[in-house]
């Protein structure tokens, strides 16, 4: 089962992802698009929000739903930090026996599942002699401006003052911030083929630990479709949310 849903959001006034600072500028990310026009295609870039951003918050989405339905996660999945089992120190945290050959990838990933259901729905890659990779069962990508709407993007600083007690100026120290505004889309799609199940198609199996986590399987389908759903109705993503909160319309 595959399930793909594209979104198209008008925002006014949004800071989401920033990156570097240059001096008191805190600047928007952007990223180049090409667009038709009358003269051939050309390059623009745009403000943008990373993939990277909305898989974190689509990720916390699911830790929240495992709470609820009791299935497991790692310590560091609980706080939002998903290391997933990048390497040897991980494995042994967790009781997870290292793969000594090829042989042994499979063991090891059903392992890491039947530790973390973030492992399981957003992929995971140990990182090891023997690497163990599993690919996301969940797909999202930049969002961007919309191209028919390109031309209603805007990107513009905004200047602020540190307020401090007048007995101490020094402290009073001047800030920008970038803001966009624009008609955004992105796409977001997941298939539920994979979940409580391992991709790895050769080596060893314990069966006692297949078993157990398909018995998992329709509960974490469950987790997987309810986090989407918080995902799709609070929009969770992005940063400066404090002082910058964007003005939002569904279109």
Do not use: W
């Not at 009358?38 to 623009?44: A, D, K, M």
């Not at 059903?110 to 990182?127: N, R, S």
């Not at 329709?218 to 986090?227: E, G, L, M, S, V």
């Amino acid at each position: 089962m595959l399930v793909s849903i594209s979104f198209r959001l008008l925002m006014n006034l949004e800071s989401l992802n920033s990156v570097e600072s240059i001096g008191n500028l805190v600047r928007h990310r952007t990223a180049p698009i090409v667009i038709s026009t009358n003269n051939g295609y050309v390059i623009r870039f745009v403000p943008a929000v990373s993939g990277e951003s909305l898989a974190h918050a689509y990720q916390m989405c699911l830790v929240d739903e495992a709470k609820r339905l009791n299935l497991p996660l790692t310590e560091e999945g609980k706080r939002g930090e998903f290391l997933k089992f990048a390497d040897n120190n991980l494995l042994t945290k967790y009781g997870i026996q290292i793969p000594e050959s090829e042989n042994k990838i499979r063991r090891t990933e059903v392992q890491v599942l039947l530790k973390d259901v973030v492992c399981d729905i957003g992929g995971f890659l140990y990182a090891g002699d023997f690497p163990v990779k599993r690919t996301s069962l969940f797909q999202v990508g930049y969002m961007i401006p919309a191209l028919k709407d390109v031309g209603a993007t805007a990107l513009e600083t905004q200047f602020h003052v540190r307020h401090a007690p007048s007995s101490m100026k020094q402290y009073q120290a001047p800030y920008n911030v970038e803001v966009g505004s624009a008609v955004y889309t992105f796409t977001f799609a997941m298939s539920f083929d994979y979940v409580a199940r391992p991709m790895t198609a050769f080596g060893e199996r314990d069966e006692a630990d297949e078993k157990e986590l398909m018995e998992q399987r329709d509960t974490r389908i469950k987790a997987a479709i309810a986090a989407l759903a918080s995902f799709i109705t609070l929009l969770p993503f992005g940063a400066k949310k404090r002082r910058f909160m964007p003005k939002l319309e569904y279109l």
